[in-house]
């Protein structure tokens, strides 16, 4: 694998760190900000909403540009936005910095997705997709919990700092590893004709539903775990740890198993992670089979991720497919907030924290019956109607890494 994949990892490791650190150094800010803890949390809506605008907008801007131009450019604005949510003196300033700071999301997964697949042959697509997001995986398993501890004992503004730094070295190994020539600039008006393929909305809408059965339980595994599992409080972030490296197995699995059996292994694992938050809704209150299936769980549901991205690539059957690779990144903050969505839903019935789980179950399958739908779709679409994409041819790329 060339090394330019290494930088996307990097980089994909920052913006996930910078993503959910916030989560653990909420009472750091709060006291350094002198705000509440519950109007800090306010920064968790604001990146997310960064995200929604600036994955369509800077896409679709970045598309006169080479992807090496493009990421390179995303990851300034990624430095500029920590460094100056590191330097903030006031709330609302923090707020619009870490606005900025998310412009820079969506866009980078979704372009970065299109340049790994062009430095591999094709058949190792979903396998270079998965090495950049398990840099996001590593994130959650280290990132997260190094800038929680740092935070602590250190300010919360060291940390930000120091990812905006992580963003630099980015910076440095895109222009150091990343071939100039891997994808050429885009045309808007080809990339938005994507969007009037059925199998790019089938894809799409997999990924909002499908996906959601993960946050509509992860969104509530702590009470899951401490009042169901009866694990005590601080055992679970022992469990997270675990959880998350399932995930970062999951996507490296993923990637391998989704070059060998393609879209298809999407709506197997689909149906598996229903069969397994059927298996911990009746679980749950077993300690050991609760942590055991909820890190199969985490494993199972990021081994698809790098399927999909790649899938919905595929759909869109253009050159580029840098515009639907951002709104699938879209649709995975969709999913993450229907799933909450849904999970709170339930628990307020009064149903219980097993109630997530069924709802999750459902989404699962009704995740499932998508890609086989996708699937079918995608066999009868005609053969001519496919635009290949042929890899940088690897001279090129041995002398980028050489460079």
Do not use: C, K
Request: avoid cysteine.
């Amino acid at each position: 694998m060339p090394r330019a994949l290494l930088a996307l990892a990097i980089g994909a490791f920052g913006i996930g760190t910078t993503e959910f650190v916030v989560m653990g150094m909420l009472p750091e800010i709060a006291e350094g900000l002198g705000v509440s803890v519950s109007a800090v949390g306010i920064l968790i809506s604001a990146y997310a909403i960064g995200v929604v605008l600036g994955a369509p907008t800077l896409t679709a801007i970045g598309l006169r540009f080479t992807p090496r131009q493009t990421l390179v450019a995303l990851m300034v604005v990624f430095v500029v936005g920590n460094a100056l949510s590191a330097l903030a003196p006031s709330y609302g300033l923090l707020v619009a910095a870490r606005v900025l700071t998310a412009l820079a999301h969506g866009s980078f997964f979704g372009v970065g997705a299109v340049a790994a697949r062009r430095l591999v042959p094709p058949d190792r697509a979903t396998r270079a997709i998965s090495l950049m997001i398990t840099g996001l995986t590593l994130a959650n398993v280290i990132g997260v919990p190094l800038g929680t501890f740092v935070a602590q004992h250190l300010g919360w503004r060291v940390v930000l700092g120091a990812i905006a730094l992580i963003g630099v070295a980015t910076i440095a190994g895109l222009l150091a590893w990343m071939p100039g020539d891997a994808g050429e600039p885009g045309d808007l008006r080809s990339e938005l004709h994507a969007f009037r393929r059925g199998q790019v909305w089938l894809v799409l809408a997999l990924t909002m539903i499908g996906f959601a059965a993960l946050f509509a339980v992860y969104s509530y595994v702590s009470p899951i775990l401490t009042e169901l599992g009866g694990i005590p409080t601080e055992w679970v972030t022992p469990v997270l740890a675990l959880f998350g490296a399932g995930t970062t197995v999951g996507t490296l699995a993923g990637g391998r198993l989704g070059d060998r059996y393609g879209f298809s292994f999407v709506a197997v694992g689909l149906v598996a992670m229903a069969g397994v938050l059927v298996a911990f809704a009746f679980l749950a209150r077993t300690t050991v089979a609760a942590v055991a299936l909820l890190v199969l769980f985490g494993t199972l549901s990021f081994a698809l991720g790098p399927v999909v991205q790649n899938a919905v690539i595929d759909a869109a059957r253009v050159p580029g497919g840098s515009l639907v690779s951002a709104a699938n990144q879209g649709a995975f903050n969709i999913a993450n907030a229907v799933g909450a969505a849904l999970g709170a839903l339930v628990i307020s019935q009064g149903l219980g924290y097993t109630a997530p789980m069924w709802v999750g179950a459902v989404l699962a399958l009704v995740g499932a019956a998508l890609a086989v739908l996708a699937r079918a779709v995608d066999r009868r679409a005609p053969a001519a109607d496919v635009v290949r994409v042929e890899p940088v041819p690897s001279g090129r790329l041995q002398a980028a890494d050489a460079a």
